[in-house]
């Protein structure tokens, strides 16, 4: 089977770690599949090489528009012949989808719970078969928002640590080690809860380090908390790291914080189970509640409750015994039900069932206008000088704007 992996681009993030992961483990089993950005290369795009996976880059700014450069992309998919075509949040693509043979599946993964992210996977639903949701409540929505259209739910899968650096992982003994992965941005990962977190387990006596690893633009602000807020030497932090030394990190921590807003489904969570460091973690309905099963293989406490998140690590800290049993039964947790080779299966049988005819649309591709205009409306037929122009013209009054505030 050919598979493609449509992306806006190959950036640091949990969406890119999991195309990584699940294009490695369909190529294992025989198949071919390639990693197609329709916007720009991105910083892990080098990745994809490494990994073994074919990779394309069909960048925006050699189209004359957005609706062109749709056109060129579907063409390329076309002469490439795939058998599967995999949309991950790139709407670049949307308007031309008809352009696709009937015999080619189209297939929209939504990666998170976010109203713009539904709008991008739901474009154009005439001409998808069928859309993946990474959690029950991912669905649920699409579901809503598509009813004409079938959706499923596969979670994400991660790789489990080799047998030797699970031997070899750190107990628990007088230092509770927290850790934080992800981009720092609060609005979705909470991320200012964080040092009032580590400030309330050192107002309870708690010997406690938390290490920070990752980029964002609220970074030096979480910084600059945790030395209002903690004592010294109770923390550090470390920009993003490749996956094996995350997973290095997992080992040598006994806990994770994850107080996000909102998540598509929080693989760092499933990361951290792998790796017996037990979540704490926002409860968030049909998401993390799916793969943390509370008070056993981690923690869900009421998003922004820091009083919560405190408790739930003084306990562990003060129960060596217990932060041991859930670190062991995270483990295995995620090696029966979240592992990459189960990932890969349960798609295996979607494309194996979508070739098969079952997700057919009752209106064949090739009866649907070539070009659907509404998905990006008059924007779309603009020259990119003049978008790029207005677009530095809108940044530059924001600018404007802040700077006035501030004074």
């Not at 030497?233 to 490749?242: A, G, H, K, V």
């Not at 494309?351 to 209106?363: D, I, K, L, P, Y």
Request: glycine residues 6%; hydrophobic residues 45%.
């Amino acid at each position: 089977m050919k598979i493609a992996f449509v992306v806006p681009w190959v950036d640091v993030g949990g969406v890119e770690t999991t195309i990584l992961r699940l294009g490695c483990a369909l190529r294992q089993r025989g198949h071919s599949v390639d990693v197609v950005s329709a916007g720009i290369h991105g910083k892990w795009w080098d990745r994809v090489a490494e990994n073994g996976l074919g990779n394309w880059c069909l960048p925006e700014t050699d189209s004359l528009c957005l609706v062109s450069h749709a056109a060129k992309v579907c063409r390329f998919l076309r002469l490439r012949q795939y058998d599967v075509v995999l949309l991950n949040h790139c709407l670049y693509v949307a308007p031309a989808l008809s352009m696709l043979p009937d015999s080619m599946t189209v297939i929209p993964i939504v990666h998170n719970d976010d109203d713009q992210v539904y709008k991008v996977a739901c474009a154009n639903w005439k001409s998808w078969n069928i859309a993946v949701g990474v959690s029950p409540r991912i669905t649920a929505v699409m579901r809503r928002r598509v009813p004409e259209r079938e959706t499923k739910t596969i979670c994400n899968g991660v790789e489990l640590p080799s047998p030797q650096s699970w031997s070899n992982r750190h107990p628990l003994t007088n230092e509770l080690k927290i850790l934080f992965v992800g981009r720092f941005i609060h609005n979705q990962k909470g991320v200012f809860f964080l040092p009032q977190i580590l400030a309330g387990l050192q107002a309870q006596g708690v010997a406690a380090k938390l290490t920070l690893i990752g980029e964002g633009p609220d970074r030096q602000k979480v910084m600059h908390r945790l030395t209002e807020l903690c004592q010294p030497d109770s923390f550090e932090w470390l920009s993003t790291q490749p996956s094996d030394e995350v997973y290095r990190c997992m080992l040598t921590h006994h806990v994770l914080l994850m107080p996000s807003l909102y998540e598509g489904l929080g693989i760092v969570a499933l990361e951290a189970q792998a790796c017996g460091c037990v979540p704490i973690a926002s409860l968030l309905s049909d998401i993390t509640d799916v793969i943390i099963a509370d008070s056993r293989t981690g923690f869900l406490c009421p998003v922004g409750n820091v009083y919560s998140f405190v408790a739930a690590a003084v306990r562990l800290a003060r129960n060596h015994e217990l932060w041991k049993q859930m670190s062991m039964t995270a483990h295995d947790h995620v090696a029966r039900l979240f592992t990459t080779d189960i990932m890969a299966s349960q798609y295996l049988e979607l494309f194996a069932r979508a070739q098969h005819g079952v997700f057919a649309s009752s209106t064949p591709r090739s009866r649907q206008p070539r070009i659907d205009l509404s998905v990006f409306g008059v924007r779309g037929l603009l020259p990119y000088p003049v978008r790029q122009a207005a677009r530095f013209a809108r940044e530059a009054c924001r600018t404007h704007l802040r700077i006035k505030r501030e004074v």
